[in-house]
């Protein structure tokens, strides 16, 4: 399997007085072949008083980077429940440690590229897709009050988009001593596929078919861009993050 390229796009938003979002790759600007070595694409949305969210997400993308580099070669879904066990005790750490800190948190969306497999990691509500000339694929489960009532057939897709409690997690890092993580294995990756790694900045603006559009349409940089200024253009109430990622042969 060959990354054949990737795109990388974080704005503050309209409303936000500062970007809690974070984002990174690695190794750093990720792209070609990855049979030897895995290739990781995350992001992360904070949430806690001034600063607090903002550092959150940083240590979560931190750590992770740092702990999955450092643990053996194999065993992805192992290394990758280490590495966020590892982020959510370090934003646990920061959070008990400073006042001003208190009651941070962050989710954590996490894709790895290894040779011929795929792998995700997930805590909250930002999210994974998979997106082909077959469709869109949402491969990640929100962990928000709300998504869990849409899932038990409680509220419409309507009603869950509107819901005024949409972002209420029950699930992020740094809340708590342990964090459940969503693990997913094996996931399919054919040549052209791509897949989107985005905070609910995106997705509470644009809907899948419009990222399927825009991501099948584009290359993987001017995608990232496009989307985030179609969140923009309706009214770019959250921070924005998205990171794309294209598959070839």
Not at 34 to 58: I, K, L, P, T
């Amino acid at each position: 399997m060959v990354i054949t390229s990737s795109g990388i796009q974080s704005h503050i938003g309209l409303v936000r007085e500062e970007n809690q979002d974070s984002a990174g790759r690695f190794p750093e600007h990720a792209s070609g072949a990855v049979a030897n070595s895995a290739q990781v694409f995350a992001v992360a949305d904070g949430m806690g008083g001034h600063r607090g969210g903002r550092e959150a997400s940083q240590i979560a993308i931190r750590i992770l980077g740092e702990k999955f580099e450092a643990e053996p070669a194999d065993g992805i879904p192992d290394r990758l429940r280490s590495a966020f066990e590892a982020a959510n005790l370090a934003v646990r750490q920061q959070g008990e440690a400073n006042p001003e800190f208190q009651g941070m948190g962050t989710t954590l969306t996490v894709m790895v590229f290894s040779g011929d497999t795929v792998c995700a990691g997930h805590v909250g509500d930002s999210r994974a897709y998979r997106i082909s000339a077959e469709g869109i694929v949402q491969l990640t489960d929100d962990h928000s009050m709300v998504a869990e009532w849409l899932r038990k057939g409680w509220l419409t897709e309507e009603q869950a988009r509107n819901h005024p409690e949409r972002s209420l997690l029950y699930r992020a890092l740094g809340v708590g001593s342990d964090i459940s993580v969503d693990v997913y294995e094996n996931i399919a990756a054919r040549p052209g596929d791509r897949f989107l790694l985005c905070t609910d900045g995106l997705t509470n603006h644009v809907s899948d078919e419009e990222m399927l559009e825009i991501v099948m349409a584009e290359e993987a940089q001017e995608a990232c861009e496009r989307l985030v200024d179609l969140a923009l253009e309706r009214g770019g109430y959250d921070n924005i993050t998205v990171q794309t990622i294209v598959v070839g042969p």
